[in-house]
């Protein structure tokens, strides 16, 4: 059965840094093309990064050149390296696993972890 967890959320000051983990069980890790999500309160779930199975990585314009996407597919781990963090990055991080095998795509989500930036 598919899981994923993550952790490394907390409370960090502005222009401080986190490191988000979302370690991955149950599925062949490295097929899966894997991203991190958030979702503010009030606010729609939107993407912040993703990472295929080849490590071309994609980011939203309100993280770029501040977070960094990676993965180690020998611990079936993916993480998000947060740097400059700003209170708008406050939310629930979500780690997400996909993959699409012919007609059918395959989805997983983990529980989230919560950050939050306030001094």
């Known amino acids: 059965q598919a899981q994923l967890v993550e952790s490394g959320g907390g409370l960090v000051q502005p222009g401080g840094s986190l490191r988000l983990s979302c370690a991955a069980s149950g599925i062949t890790f490295k097929i899966y093309v894997m991203g991190w999500f958030r979702q503010a309160p009030g606010k729609q779930r939107e993407l912040v990064a993703t990472i295929t199975t080849d490590v071309n990585t994609n980011y939203a314009d309100s993280v770029k050149g501040r977070f960094t996407i990676s993965r180690d597919n020998a611990k079936n781990t993916v993480y998000l390296q947060m740097n400059s963090l700003k209170p708008e990055d406050t939310a629930v991080y979500y780690c997400?696993?996909?993959?699409?095998?012919?007609?059918?795509?395959?989805?997983?989500w983990g529980q989230g972890t919560q950050v939050t930036v306030s001094s």
């Open positions: 997400k696993a996909s993959r699409l095998a012919g007609t059918k795509v395959y989805e997983y």
